[in-house]
């Protein structure tokens, strides 16, 4: 029963905390108030049931409690009335991330060991729970999703999972684990957005770097 407590806080917590940044993205992109909804639910959702449907987890939680849709659309609801005051926060769809991918990684990983996945899997379940939502975000809005092209997005998620999976094999108490896991992906995320930390991409010839200038010309702003 503690384990299910301490597993639903920070799933609850980086739903509420993505379905802000999925929100901050809408009203960036001028989406409506119900596109603003709609986004919020995705990007707080949208890895956890992808989660609880690959461990079996079925009705995914997002779909069976209704509480995960208050959060949702009550994040939805306060970016859309104060976005003002929530955008003057300093890279605030990127901090958010930061913080939701750290109370998913947690879960998701706790999750997929209550459900008897083995300690690879549950790593890697809860880099999926952490990344699953931003992604389907970036797609709706015809973005290549930020796992792809950010600084160490989903290896932050991946390791901060593997710290909870890590302390549960070692017998160390969930609450403590996953203070550890959720503080290395939050420090890791924030580290690689203020100094740029990222994974080494491959070098273009002249011919690809001028055709991925090409490209970026015209993309749309």
């Known amino acids: ?4 407590t301490f597993t639903r806080i920070p799933d609850l917590g980086g739903t509420f905390v993505f379905a802000i940044s999925g929100a901050l993205a809408a009203v960036d992109r001028r989406l409506d108030l119900f596109g603003i909804l709609v986004l ?3 990007a707080g959702n949208f890895g956890g049931i992808t989660r609880d449907l690959l461990i079996g987890s079925v009705p995914p939680a997002a779909l069976a409690d209704g509480l ?3 959060v949702s659309v009550t994040a939805g609801l306060i970016t859309f009335l104060a976005y003002a ?16 991918l750290a109370f998913f990684a947690v879960a998701g990983a706790q999750k997929a060991l ?31 999703p930020h796992v792809l ?13 593997s710290v909870v999976v890590g302390g549960a094999a070692i017998g160390v108490s969930y609450g403590i684990s996953a203070l550890a896991g959720g503080a290395l992906c939050l420090s890791l ?3 690689a957005i203020r100094y740029g930390w990222r994974l080494p991409v491959a070098r273009l010839s002249a011919r690809g770097r001028a055709e991925a200038g090409s ?7």
């Open 149 to 161: 092209r950010s600084d160490l997005y989903a290896v932050a998620a991946l390791a901060g999972a």
């Open 215 to 221: 490209s970026n010309e015209e993309e749309p702003r």
């Open 114 to 144: 209550a459900y008897g996945a083995s300690p690879v899997t549950a790593a890697l379940l809860g880099m999926v729970t952490g990344i699953g939502g931003g992604m389907t975000r970036d797609v709706l809005l015809g973005e290549i």
């Open 1 to 4: 029963m503690i384990t299910e």
């Open 40 to 42: 919020s639910f995705v």
């Open 68 to 70: 995960y849709l208050l």
């Open 189 to 191: 995320r924030v580290m």
């Open 85 to 100: 005051g929530i955008d003057r926060l300093r890279s605030p769809v990127l901090m958010f991330d930061a913080v939701g």
